[in-house]
Structures are given as structure tokens and as C-alpha cells.
């Protein structure tokens, strides 16, 4: 029994870690009504240039800082170029452009960086940990922390300040928003770097548990599952989403995998979250769309 | 004044209709298809079949196949591939298990089997729009992937997983040559796609379009919102099984699970969007796009910068050059090369007056 | 009215509610067949809802609808197609990637007697039925002459033109009833008069039933035979024209009542 709560746990664990590619989503999602599908070439990037100047013996912080720059340059240029140009445009165009923008940030970050695999070391030991009786992975454990932070900071942000107002009224209405001097470029840069942010920190942290490489970015294809469960527009949703994706996963490759065979960790998560999407479409936290004739 | 139109005017609805409607391009169409039968094997060079013009006729079938679902439909999908490999897999075990089964029915089955396959994730489609639909399509995607990689049996029980493709013999004649494929190939895609302008320029197609644009509405008129879904689901998978056996048997030679992966499903939603969504024509200009662009980048790097630009750079190159394209078509001309192609043709017709039509 | 056997159409009691709010409450009329009726009444008074629950959108919570013999309370929006309901909406509900011409065509999606394989093989009935239903769409594009935009994008077109094209992608239905939500709102004075125009011209020559919301009273006291009056999701008035235009209550919830 114990072993199943042990599974159960560790699932749960690992499932923050996909949470924190989804809370980028969000975050993207609930500002700009856009579904970053570069997300997860975005986090890719961020780790393979952190890890890159670390590489370099750039100081932690130093690259950190650096890393976060180039973000923030990375959100102004997609701003510019890209988002300024598809201001009116329907839903799946704008996801179909986020496709063509992780196709060209995954191939500039490989171009730049190279496409070896990259080790990341973050000073946390990935020890086992024993709790009540149940043995838990003291990295694991780091990064639900962090996460819960990311969370508490990210609602304060989008609840609680003018900032957070003016952003989820621009996902609401882009040109009434206009209308009443919300600066929408602005927004739009600022909600693409602080993705980028969440990006970096998501990024080290997978990256330290998978090492820095290509495969990151297909994370992201996780992130989707954890999503439908826990609605684009809920940040609170991304964690319960990520936590019951991650649980799901782990329970599934441990009890059901050995019938039907490994592997199944790769399609699980979907068909889970499409069965889940019969019975709710909206997802747990998601808003039902309304749609007047 | 390239492309006189006037005094062709049609006088019945019958010939109003027609696809081709100028005697010039009847003309053009026919002069094509004489030299893709004629010519084009009399000259053609192996390098050219194998390389370009049957990955070519596949792709734009397989852009066929999802245009009708994604561009006609308006149900995004990102599963192109596992229905291309169903078609591949369910081909080679028919053929394989059926001795004596001619090989057109053989690929005829392989489409077939795609269709149940298609309209189990085309199911949830009748409950959820928009992004949501991406999970089914993508859940398809990796589960397929998956099941055949899994399942020793489809691939014959081999050690390896890999299954090289049967030999191609109809009435005792072997195309397995590149010209043989090549022709092979060109006398099965060309069918398929007049059925596909057929269905779309019909009743069917504007179901689909209403569908696509607005289903409320289309229901309030009276289309049959779920037998258009999963009609659209269907035919889809019919059309991409095929190019799924096409792509295995006449372009890779091999039948294997990891050659219709995700990267393959991206690949032919790129030609349908650079081609033009909700276009025939377009999946053949897509398609060409998506097979010439490579091969037109190594010959300038290797030609312009030597060895300079060594090969993997050149992938991510690709990679980026792929994506601004995607980017700048659906900035500056969201509905594709078709568009492009319809409005270079308009000025024909009234070159040299720039303001005609 | 001069005395019809049986009404086209027929409600009873309907009552309609969305989540606690009623939107209509017990309302009851009767549509003879070929004749026009308008629902009029202040903004938020239900008529929408009213003809959504007429052609299966809604489904109210009360009552029922009886529509050529036929009584039911709950229908779907399609089998009311298959019966003859066609309809416009208030937003204009055009399928904007498609031209004018394929736009009525699809109004005919009921009328096409041929299966997808006859389409795509085009044989069989197929090209005979896709020139029949050319034919009955031109003949429409015609009446509302929209001919010049046969082959322009609706989603192209100014907004009076994608009203006409609406009310002819619900004529080439060649509907019994039809229902218009707000035909002429956004039009002006010369676009109303054509567009009351076509109105008349569909009843008299097609002979068919028509209720439409309007807010031009001009436009209602001219067009219709029948009005009925809703306030606040109740029936306050119902009769002719000139009935309704003298009833105290009908005055009272448009202009308000002297203090």
C-alpha cells in the first residue's frame, strides 16, 4: 500500500513540473487569448542559454540575470514582428503562427547553442527523502516549492494589481481595450517575458532533472493534457491539472503498463484529458464559451 | 491579354460549372497530362522520381486528405500521420496476408482502414470545437505510434520493427523502378483528387464550409451537423491512409511506425497552410514548396558558401526558414499560394490593364 | 382577419427561463397561414428568444409549439428546418468564408437528393441535382437581385447586401414559415422600404407565412397583417394593427404613462 501512495506521490511531485510549462501557457492564454504552442521551444531556449553561459563560467546569478534579458528581447521581438501583424485574427491563426514561431526558436536556439545534450547542476542533490514512512525525491520537493511560489506571485500579479487588470481585460477584448488607452504592445511584451520567465525557471528545473536537450521542447506536448483538465484561463487550474496529469501518468506506467506494454506514459495523459473533455467540456476551471446567434 | 476570356461565356449552368471553364486551361490541363505520362518518364531522371515528384504526388494527396478535414471542415487536426501509417500497416497486411490480392485493392483496403480509425477520434469532435479537438487528433497521433511500434504483429513479427515494403506488381507488371513508382503513384493520387474537387464543389463540401464558418447557423438550415463531421473524418482518413501506403511503399521502402511521426503531421499541416486551406489546387503548390525547399537550400549553401554551413546547421536553418515562412504567409496572405496563384492569374487576364476585375 | 381553418402556427403557454431570469412568461398566439406577423415591443421584451424557441434553438421550460399540425415542446433546430422553418438572424449569420452564391446554395442542403458517393463520382442524380439547385438559387439571387455579387465573399459585402444575402439563403429553402429577426435594423430609409418590399413580394408570390421582429412601427403598420406586442417577456397586446396601435398598454410600455 505503501508503494502506491509512494507512486501516487512522486506522480503527483513530477506532475508540478509539467504544471509550471502549463502556468506559461496560461499565462499567455488568459492576456493575449493566444495558445503559445512555442512554449515549449521557449523553454528550451531559455535553459540552453542559461546552460550555455554557465558553460562559459558566467556565475549563476550573472546568467540567470542574462538569461532573463534575453527573454525579455525575445518577447519584444515577437511582439513586433509577429503579434502586431495578426491583431484581428482568428483563433487558429494565431496558434497556427505560434507553430511557425517554435519551429524557428527551436531551430535558432540549436543553431546557436548546438544540439548536444547540456548537464545542469542546481545545487540540489536528488536524494531520496523519507516522509512518514514514504520515500520522496528531495529535488521533487524543491521544485513543488517553487511552483507554489510561482503561483502565489503570478495571482497576486494577474488579482491583484492595475497590471494584472489591464492584462486579462486585453485577453477579454483586445480593441476595447484599446478603446480605453490600455497600451495592448505593451501588455503583450510584458505577458511574453514573464512567460519567458516561467519558462527559464520550468526549463532549469527539467533540465536539471533530464539534462538541457532538444526533447525539452516536446514537453510541451504534456502540457496540453494538463490544460484540457484544468482550463486555458485558470493558473490554480494548470497546478490541479498538472498534479491529476502527473499522478495519472505515473499510476498508469506502474500498474497498467506492464499489461499493455511500456510506453504508455506517451499517449495516457491524452486520452485521459479527451475523456475528461466528453464529460466537462470546458475543463475543470475553464470558462464554458457562450455563443449568442 | 495572356488569357483572353471573352466570348466564353457559359450558357448553361452545366457548363458553368465545370472545373476547368476556359479552353485554355482545359488545354493547359490536358498538355500537362500528357507530358506526365509522356514525357516526364521518357526524361525523367531517378533522382528526380524518387526525390521529388513522388514525395510530391503523396504529399498532396496526404495535403488533400486534411485539407478537406482542417481547410474545408474546420476541425484542426494534428493526426495526419497516424492515419497515413493505419493505411500503411493495415496495406502491408492485407497484402501480405491475402496472398493473391491484387495490389490496387490492396491499398483500396489500407484507405478503408483508416476510416474506422479516423471516425473514432473524429467522435469527439461532435462535442468539442475549436483547440480542445487537438487532443483527440494528437491522442491519435502518439497511441497509433505507439500501438504499432507495441504490437509486433502488424509489422509480420520482424526483430527489428522494420518491415521493408512488398514488391509493386499489378497484372504481372513490375513498377518497382523509380519510373515504375512514379507512374504508379501519379495514376492513383490523380483519381483520388478529381473525387476530393468532386466532393468539395458539391453539396458535401459547402455542408462542410458551413460547418467550418459557423455551425449553429448550419444547423438552423438544416445540415446534419454530425453526419458532415463524420463524413469529413472519414473521407479524410480514406485519403490519407492511401497516401500513408503510397508514402511507404513507393517513396520510403519501408514500412516503419517512427516514419509517420508527429514531425510528418506538422509537416503536411504546413503544406495545407502554405498551400491555402480550403483549396485542392493549393496542396499541390504546398506540397511542391515543402519537397523543392531543401533540396533548393543545400544546392545554394553548397554553391554560395561551400562548406561553410556544415549539414546539421542546415536542418536548423531549414527549420527556421520553415517557420518564418509560416509566420510571414500567415501575416502577409493567409490563405496560401492558391490565393497568390488566383490573383497572379486575374492579372493575366486583364494584363495590361491593372485595374480589371 | 378573415377566419382561417387552422393556424400555420400555434403557441401555447410557452414560458422560457435561463437560469432564474424568465425570459418569457405564458406567452400565446396564433400565425395564420400567409399572413405576416410582427412582434414588436421594447429591447429585452423576449421576441428573440421568442423565435428561437419557435425554430428549436431554445427549448422552453413550459408549453408547447404546434406548426403545421405537428405539436411538440422540444425540437431541434434542424427538424424545424426539415419542416419548413427558415430563419435570419440579428447578427447575421452567414457563413462568411463562402461567396453569395454558395451561401444560398447551402440554403438548399434539403432539397439536394443525392448521396455523398453520387457527389464525388458525380454520377447518378448528382450534376443533374447540383444544376437544379443552381437554377432555384439564381431564381432567388434573382427576385432579391444580388446578381452582381453572385461571386463575392459575403464576409466582403456591406451589411445591408449580407441581409438581402440571408434572406435569401432562408427563401432558397423554399421555407412555409419565415421567421426575421430584426430584417431591416441598421438599414435606412431607402434599404427599409426595398427590404419591405422583398418581404411583401416573398408572401405574396411564395404565399409564405412570415413573423418578423421589428422597431420601425412605420415599417410594421405598413407590412404586416397581424402584430403582436411582448413587454418584460409577456403578451400585451394582439390583433391588427390598428387594434394594437390604439391599446393604452402598448402605448404605456413604449412611451410611458403620464404623471
Not at chain 2, 82 to 110: E, I, S, W
Not at chain 2, 135 to 155: D, G, Y
Request: hydrophobic content about 55%; charged content about 15%; overall charge neutral.
Amino acid at each position: 500500500m505503501s508503494f502506491f501512495f509512494e507512486v501516487l506521490l512522486g506522480g503527483v511531485l513530477s506532475g508540478v513540473m509539467y504544471s509550471l510549462i502549463a502556468i506559461g501557457f496560461v499565462l499567455i492564454y488568459k492576456a493575449s487569448g493566444v495558445f503559445n504552442f512555442a512554449q515549449g521551444s521557449m523553454v528550451l531556449f531559455a535553459a540552453l542559454t542559461f546552460v550555455s553561459l554557465l558553460e562559459r563560467h558566467v556565475p549563476f546569478w550573472l546568467a540567470f540575470v542574462a538569461t532573463l534579458l534575453v527573454m525579455l528581447l525575445l518577447a519584444l521581438l515577437i511582439e513586433r514582428l509577429v503579434l502586431r501583424h495578426l491583431l484581428h485574427r482568428s483563433p487558429m491563426t494565431l496558434f497556427m503562427a505560434t507553430l511557425g514561431l517554435s519551429y524557428v526558436i527551436e531551430g535558432g536556439a540549436q543553431a546557436l547553442w548546438g544540439a548536444q545534450v547540456h548537464g545542469l547542476d542546481l545545487g540540489i542533490a536528488d536524494e531520496p527523502f523519507t516522509l512518514a514512512g514514504l520515500m520522496l525525491s528531495q529535488f521533487d520537493l524543491f521544485a513543488a516549492a517553487i511552483a507554489l511560489s510561482l503561483v502565489i506571485v503570478l495571482s497576486l500579479l494577474f488579482n491583484r494589481t492595475r497590471v494584472g487588470l489591464s492584462l486579462r481585460a486585453v485577453a477579454d477584448d483586445p480593441l476595447a481595450a484599446l478603446a480605453i488607452g490600455i497600451r495592448l504592445q505593451r501588455m503583450w511584451v510584458l505577458v511574453w517575458a514573464v512567460a519567458g520567465f516561467v519558462g527559464l525557471v520550468a526549463g532549469l528545473l527539467w533540465g536539471a532533472r533530464l539534462g538541457v536537450q532538444f526533447s525539452l521542447s516536446l514537453i510541451v506536448l504534456k502540457a496540453l493534457p494538463v490544460l484540457i483538465i484544468g482550463g486555458f484561463t485558470s493558473i490554480a487550474g494548470a497546478i490541479v491539472g498538472g498534479l491529476i496529469i502527473g499522478a495519472s501518468e505515473k499510476l498508469a506506467e506502474v500498474y497498467v503498463g506492464p499489461i499493455l506494454g511500456g510506453g504508455i506514459e506517451n499517449w495516457f495523459p491524452y486520452v485521459l484529458a479527451l475523456l475528461f473533455l466528453l464529460i466537462r467540456p470546458a475543463g475543470l476551471f475553464g470558462e464554458a464559451a457562450i455563443e449568442r446567434v | 491579354m495572356f488569357y483572353l476570356e471573352s466570348g466564353q461565356f457559359s450558357t448553361s449552368y452545366r457548363q458553368d460549372q465545370r472545373i476547368f471553364r476556359l479552353w485554355q486551361a482545359r488545354l493547359a490541363l490536358v498538355l500537362l497530362l500528357a507530358a506526365a505520362y509522356t514525357v516526364v518518364p521518357w526524361l525523367g531522371s531517378d533522382y528526380l522520381f524518387s526525390a521529388i515528384l513522388i514525395p510530391f504526388l503523396v504529399l498532396s494527396l496526404a495535403g488533400v486528405g486534411l485539407n478537406l478535414l482542417t481547410g474545408y471542415a474546420g476541425q484542426l487536426s494534428l493526426g495526419s500521420a497516424a492515419f497515413m501509417a493505419v493505411g500503411a500497416f493495415a496495406t502491408y497486411n492485407f497484402l501480405l496476408r491475402l496472398p493473391g490480392l491484387p495490389l490496387l485493392d490492396g491499398f483500396l483496403l489500407g484507405g478503408l482502414s483508416a476510416v474506422p480509425v479516423g471516425l473514432v477520434f473524429g467522435l469527439p469532435s461532435l462535442r468539442i470545437k475549436g483547440f480542445y479537438l487537438l487532443v483527440s487528433t494528437l491522442a491519435a497521433q502518439f497511441f497509433i505510434e505507439w500501438l504499432f511500434t507495441q504490437v509486433p504483429w502488424f509489422a509480420n513479427n520482424s526483430s527489428s520493427g522494420v518491415i521493408s515494403a512488398p514488391a509493386l506488381v499489378i497484372l504481372g507488371h513490375h513498377f518497382n523502378t523509380p519510373r515504375g513508382s512514379y507512374l504508379l503513384t501519379l495514376s492513383i493520387v490523380l483519381p483520388l483528387v478529381l473525387l476530393a474537387k468532386n466532393l468539395v464543389r458539391g453539396q458535401l463540401g459547402r455542408n462542410w464550409m458551413a460547418v467550418r464558418d459557423m455551425d449553429t447557423a448550419a444547423a438552423v438550415i438544416g445540415i446534419p451537423i454530425t453526419r458532415t463531421k463524420l463524413l469529413a473524418f472519414a473521407i479524410s482518413s480514406f485519403l490519407l491512409g492511401i497516401a500513408g501506403a503510397l508514402w511507404a511503399f513507393t517513396y520510403l521502402g519501408t514500412v516503419e511506425p517512427h516514419g509517420f511521426d508527429l514531425n510528418l503531421s506538422f509537416q503536411i499541416l504546413f503544406i495545407i497552410i502554405i498551400g491555402g486551406m480550403g483549396s485542392i489546387l493549393g496542396n499541390f503548390l504546398g506540397a511542391a514548396f515543402i519537397v523543392l525547399l531543401p533540396i533548393l537550400l543545400s544546392i545554394i549553401s553548397s554553391a554560395w558558401l561551400g562548406d561553410w554551413i556544415q549539414a546539421g546547421q542546415l536542418e536548423n536553418l531549414q527549420k527556421i526558414l520553415f517557420g518564418c515562412l509560416i509566420i510571414v504567409f500567415l501575416i502577409k496572405e493567409p490563405e496560401g499560394l492558391a490565393k497568390l496563384w488566383n490573383t497572379l492569374r486575374a492579372r493575366a487576364h486583364g494584363w495590361p490593364l491593372s485595374y480589371w476585375n | 382577419m378573415t377566419s382561417i381553418p387552422r393556424p400555420l402556427l400555434r403557441l401555447e403557454h410557452i414560458s422560457l427561463s435561463f437560469k432564474g431570469v424568465k425570459a418569457i412568461t405564458d406567452i400565446g398566439f396564433e400565425v395564420a397561414e400567409g399572413e405576416i406577423c410582427a412582434l414588436i415591443g421594447p429591447n429585452g421584451a423576449g421576441k428573440s428568444a421568442l423565435l428561437n424557441v419557435i425554430n428549436g434553438v431554445y427549448q422552453p421550460q413550459q408549453g408547447q409549439v404546434s406548426f403545421d399540425g405537428e405539436v411538440r415542446r422540444h425540437m431541434q433546430p434542424h427538424h424545424a428546418a426539415r419542416r419548413g422553418i427558415a430563419r435570419t438572424f440579428q447578427n447575421i449569420a452567414l457563413f462568411k468564408g463562402m461567396s453569395v452564391l454558395d451561401n444560398v446554395l447551402t440554403g438548399r442542403t434539403l432539397k439536394t437528393h443525392s448521396s455523398w458517393i453520387e457527389q464525388a463520382l458525380r454520377i447518378g442524380r448528382a450534376a443533374a441535382q447540383e444544376t437544379r439547385q443552381r437554377e432555384y438559387a439564381e431564381k432567388v439571387i434573382e427576385f432579391l437581385r444580388i446578381q452582381p455579387w453572385r461571386n463575392t465573399l459575403v464576409g466582403q459585402l456591406p451589411y445591408g447586401l449580407q441581409k438581402r444575402v440571408e434572406l435569401a439563403r432562408a427563401l432558397a429553402a423554399e421555407p412555409r414559415l419565415l421567421l426575421l429577426d430584426e430584417p431591416m435594423a441598421g438599414m435606412n430609409q431607402q434599404e427599409k422600404h426595398e427590404m419591405s418590399q422583398f418581404i411583401l413580394d416573398t408572401n405574396r408570390e411564395f404565399g409564405t407565412t412570415v413573423v418578423l421582429i421589428e422597431h420601425d412601427i412605420g415599417v410594421v403598420m405598413g407590412l404586416s397583417h397581424h402584430v403582436v406586442v411582448l413587454d418584460y417577456g409577456k403578451k400585451i397586446a394582439d390583433g391588427s394593427p390598428d387594434e394594437v396601435r390604439c391599446n393604452p398598454e402598448v402605448i404605456t410600455a413604449y412611451l410611458g404613462t403620464k404623471h
